[in-house]
């Protein structure tokens, strides 16, 4: 009996020891970075510019990482914060380098994307970046487009998530004049331009002109999220839209933009209760968000829509195109409702500040670590910006449950 106890006790170790290390080796820049304080301000710049959620989402990527004395020669041009976050997102490579395969490059060069790149605002080849393996054991590296000038070379790997992303630092920054070129602000924004050349034309025209399109803009600066069905979506509903009120119109237009900044990653890691710009008192024209792993999506009492892609996300702005027309039960009350399996009920919910727009109240953002008053900002951003949740508890059960089946045997 004693031996079988001996037994149980070294197989729940192992079964605690084995989940634990699984559970530590999460990808998240802000807390790899938060242990070199020689990094604090770059890491700062890719937290405020939502960098960071980008990096985190991606996999096979390197960090490409400037001290505070680099970043104070970034900061003393006096950039706007959208033009930081371009330069930032050229220190992005689309591939995976550690210390060991800076120095195997193959032919002694190589020509990485960058996160710039991606972004489609970079022209030509300006978003990518050449990588030099140097004699004396040095790497260099360069923008693309600067002639085969070497601008900053490889100094150390700070920390590597095989093969997922690799965290180096970089002598200096890469200068990039379209990167630091001055990028239009909010206000400036097109929002029906963007939806346009993204496959939401058909929402894009129907807001343009109507009373809602005021709405929309005037939360823009303090945060908007909308939610843009596709062409198809749209124009099947449009029979439908035609047949509603005035005041109709702009309340279901409305309910796809919701008064807050809401970034991907901060759809994913919350499930609750929105309000949304169409929201007015007992008419709360809200939405549900619920997500699955990578899947998000948006519930109405009559239908369920899900996030198909990212048009663009640069805070204080974001929009997604979903695959179905939002439908709020205050307008379709007689439509015929599906029924699928209830839904577990959303989470009670906060008031938020009111939105931009007189008579509507801003959305209530679902509860979440990073709401907590009593956090530390620094904390805040670590806890919303981690690529995996810590199942701690639910390990600790699994292991005694083990260990209480072999003190039966």
Not at 18 to 25: G, I
Not at 151 to 166: C, R
Not at 203 to 220: C, I, Q, R, V
Request: charged share 20%; aromatic share 6%.
């Amino acid at each position: 009996m004693q031996l079988r106890r001996a037994a149980a006790g070294t197989v729940v170790l192992s079964v605690l020891v084995l989940l634990s290390c699984c559970s530590t080796k999460a990808q998240n820049i802000t807390r790899t970075l938060a242990k070199f304080p020689e990094f604090s301000t770059f890491n700062h710049y890719l937290t405020v510019t939502h960098l960071a959620d980008e990096i985190n989402r991606r996999r096979t990527i390197t960090v490409c990482a400037v001290d505070n004395a680099g970043m104070a020669d970034l900061l003393s041009k006096h950039l706007s914060i959208y033009a930081i976050k371009n330069v930032l997102s050229f220190h992005v490579l689309l591939d995976y380098f550690d210390g060991k395969k800076l120095h195997q490059i193959t032919n002694g060069t190589a020509l990485s994307a960058t996160m710039f790149q991606a972004t489609g605002t970079a022209t030509g080849s300006s978003g990518f970046v050449n990588i030099t393996d140097l004699k004396g054991g040095k790497v260099g590296f360069g923008t693309e487009d600067n002639g085969g000038k070497i601008d900053a070379v490889f100094v150390k790997t700070l920390e590597t998530f095989p093969y997922n992303m690799s965290v180096i630092q970089i002598s200096s920054i890469l200068p990039s004049s379209e990167a630091e070129a001055p990028t239009p602000g909010p206000s400036e924004t097109n929002l029906t331009a963007v939806m346009s050349a993204h496959g939401c034309k058909v929402f894009a025209e129907t807001l343009l002109g109507s009373d809602a399109e005021k709405t929309f803009y005037d939360n823009l600066n303090g945060g908007l999220t909308v939610f843009c069905p596709g062409d198809d979506a749209f124009k099947n509903f449009l029979p439908k839209y035609k047949n509603l009120t005035a005041e109709g119109k702009q309340s279901l237009l409305e309910l796809h933009g919701v008064p807050v900044y809401q970034s991907l990653s901060m759809l994913k890691s919350n499930n609750g209760v929105m309000n949304t710009l169409a929201t007015d008192g007992p008419n709360k024209y809200d939405v549900t968000v619920q997500n699955d792993g990578e899947v998000v999506t948006l519930k109405t009492k009559l239908v369920t829509a899900k996030i198909t892609g990212t048009l663009i996300d640069e805070q204080p702005l974001a929009i997604y195109s979903i695959d179905k027309v939002l439908l709020p039960k205050e307008l379709f009350k007689g439509a015929p409702t599906p029924a699928p399996a209830p839904a577990p009920a959303p989470e009670a919910v906060a008031d938020a500040p009111k939105s931009a727009k007189g008579k509507h109240s801003s959305p209530t953002v679902p509860d979440s670590p990073a709401a907590s008053p009593d956090e530390d900002p620094a904390d805040q951003t670590a806890d919303t910006n981690g690529a995996v949740r810590s199942n701690g508890p639910r390990f600790i059960a699994v292991a005694l449950t083990l260990w209480l089946a072999f003190l039966q045997l």
